[in-house]
């Protein structure tokens, strides 16, 4: 009895406490942020959206490519399928690791000599790119991508993000030779092509090289190019790229005299309905930091892409009577792609204009075009990315506008605000189609001549499935 007394003493004793301390606490003023706490949760709040940019990116390879070009093949093919798009996310990832980080985003531009051509060895083996320890202070250092601001995300959010485009790009390319590339070629033709070509291009565009925007060395005395998440890197230079590999491998065995459709739009719609969300991280994500820029490529992306998808479905109405789910993948697809370069340049209305332009010239370029010069881009990486990333480079010049991103200072940007940037779009595009075209030709050239291009015939009748992988997509009991 004793103890229930003392326990309501106790209790009586805090209310009384908490009564007289809540005016005290209510009189109390929170501390004013500080500059320093104010940038350092920015930084948190930027490096937390670039690693879930980092994600979604890595997202689109797979399940969202592999899935959009697995239903795309033919089903004794679609294992050979998958197993490109996941194996290049392990093998472009080491190879990112090892050196490619290092000559894309390595040395200073800025400076004479070799620096604007290609990236040194400063991040070999992620050196300086990790997190280290100070042995004068005794403090963990973080390396930032912009030097002594803390709301930066750290240079190795960085490093990963851009990892995420060195992975999907040459799976972009196996759209061009699926179903009858070997497995080994395919493995060796994306080390080279990645080091030499990939390389290479982003170090000009995004490291301050010869195409990057207002570059002291921009080539042909233009000034350079505006490329916010990819048209040139990613997409031209794929889909170029994909274009001599279909051209120098030759057609499948059959290709116009036997049906070969798709063999699951299932997969196909759901892979392109996965590319279109982790798109948002490719494009918005290109503005590595979460701010309005960031909001205005994740806008522009999503209305791009809604127009692609009614432009070619549109088209195939218009022409064939009907729209199909084909028809819609593709052109969402395709208005992703021709946004790419403009993301953070441009308003949701141009980019709704951009998305519905390539829907239709997407759509003439892989049934118009590519049946009357009849090469086999088997899964239209060309129509859709080579000319969807020019289309979208070219028409940046003409809708960017300081509105969005004043990346000039002030100065008009875009044709239609009375800029000047359209002469650089057009030059990009041109040493993109140009370097793409001739490094790719060179690499499947030598490639051919030391170990091979094609399955055997036997092997590509049987399926890359059973030939390359031992293995089979379905078993049917």
Known sequence: MLHRKVLALAVCAGVLGLMFAVPAWANEEPAAPTAESVAAAAGAGNNAWMLTSCALVLFMTAPGLALFYGGLVRKKNVL???????????????LWGLYGYSLSFGGDA??????????????????????????????????????????????????????????????????????????????????????????PLCHWVWDGGILAFNSEFAI?????????????????????????????????????????????LTYTVLGAAML?????????????????????????????????ALGWAGMEWITRGKPSTLGAASGLVAGLVCITPAAGFVTPMPALIMGLAAGVVCFYACTTIKSKFGYDDSLDAFGVHGIGGTLGAVLTGVFATRAVWDIDNGNPLGLLEGGDVLTGQVIAVAVTWVFSIVMTFIILKVLDAAMGLRVSQQDEIQGLDLSQHGEEGYIFL
Request: with cysteine; aromatic share 12%; net charge negative.
């Open 110 to 199: 800025s400076k004479e000599g070799l620096s604007r051509w290609i990236g040194n060895g400063d991040h070999l083996f992620m050196n300086g790119v990790q997190h280290s320890w100070d042995e004068a202070t005794g403090e963990r250092v973080v390396p930032l991508s912009i030097a002594d601001d803390p709301s930066s995300i750290p240079t190795l959010t960085h490093m990963l993000f851009q990892g995420m485009f060195f992975i999907i790009t040459p799976a972009l390319i196996c759209g061009a030779f699926a179903e009858r590339m070997k497995f080994s070629t395919m493995v060796v033709f994306s080390i080279l092509w990645g080091t030499i070509v990939y390389c």
């Open 220 to 264: 042909f005395d233009s000034r350079g190019a505006l490329d916010f998440a990819g048209g040139t890197v990613v997409h031209i230079s794929s889909g170029t790229s994909a274009l001599v590999c279909a051209l120098v491998l030759g057609k499948r065995l059959g290709f116009g005299s036997q049906p070969m459709p798709p063999h699951n």
């Open 80 to 94: 050979s399928v998958l197993m490109q798009c996941v194996f290049l996310m392990g093998l472009m990832t080491v």
């Open 276 to 308: 279109w969300v982790g798109w948002f991280g490719f494009n918005a994500g290109s503005a590595l930091l979460a701010d309005d820029i960031a909001s205005a490529a994740f806008a522009a992306t999503h209305f791009a892409a809604a127009a692609g």
